[in-house]
């Protein structure tokens, strides 16, 4: 089939490569325009589907949005079957959506109508799901409320971190998208109605989200520091330094919420506590328990903020 591709982040990449290596024609790839990036944010850096796509020697295009007419025309002028899109983060209007003659086909990564938007493998981790998926749907101009055409179910596990899902996810949904374009040039796909029984909307992860509440049940206290490794990462106070945790587990015990239980990082929480596996000071590389007891001088009965 002849596509045009829309996806910005690593997670997008691989359905891109898959879809070069079925050997379908790829018109235009579109992706997010360059941004700062490092220190002194003086250097420009191209998203991880941009560098593929230049690796593949495939055009690419960066509009800023897709609000004005001649972005919509020369999106039209590709002439695809259809468009696949996959953590774009551009809003299609209808007039672009109309464009592909099969439509456009949307990777998303929830088993919909849960985790509608923009941060779904996070929020279900956060809300201790016990399984998550990938679907494919044909995009219309609600927020990820199209018909579903094919789905994979995956079981979250329980220590498992937003990172470890979404790299398991990305690997999943890119053979999920394949096998969904190779039906519709079959003229094989099939779509079903999502319903709104069970919606939920997983909106972006705000600041202030990731400062721990160790007032918190042991468990929501886990799940919230899985589901946001490792970024932008929940972090605690220590003297006035935040320091994240990416990694922990659930623990026996029992105490103060935010006080140090033992000298293995053991955290109490209003019920039960947490073992702090993993932690990361500011400007510092992730470090175990030990070596960050050995630095930071803390002993039983002490407080984190």
Known sequence: MRLVFMGTPDFAAPVLSELVGQGH??????TRAPKPAGRRGMELTKTPVHQLAEGFNLPVFTPRSFRDEATVEAFAELEPDAAVVVAYGLILPSAALDVPAFGCLNLHASLLPRWRGAAPIQRAIMAGD?????????????????????????????????????????????????????????DALSF?????????????????????????????????????????????????????????????????????????LAVACAEG?????????????????????NGARLARGDRLG
């Open 25 to 30: 024609e790829i018109a235009g790839v579109y």
């Open 130 to 186: 016990a399984e998550t998926g990938v679907m494919v749907m044909r995009m219309e101009e609600g927020l990820d409320t199209g018909p579903v055409a094919m789905a994979e179910k995956v079981a979250i596990g329980p220590d498992e971190t937003a990172g470890e899902l979404h790299d398991r996810l990305k690997v999943i949904g890119a053979d999920l998208m394949g096998r969904a374009v190779a039906a519709l040039s079959r």
């Open 192 to 264: 079903r109605a999502q319903g709104e029984e069970g919606a939920v909307y997983a909106s972006k992860i705000e600041k202030a989200e990731a400062r721990i509440d160790w007032s918190r049940p042991a468990r929501e206290v886990h799940d919230r520091i899985r589901g946001l490794s490792p970024s932008p990462g929940a972090w605690f106070d220590l003297g006035g330094e935040r320091v994240k945790v990416l990694r922990a587990s659930l623990a026996d015990g029992a105490g103060a919420p935010g006080e140090l239980l033992d000298d293995r």
């Open 273 to 293: 506590a947490v073992r702090l596996l993993l932690v990361q000071r500011a400007g510092k590389q992730p470090i175990d328990a030990v070596a960050f007891l």
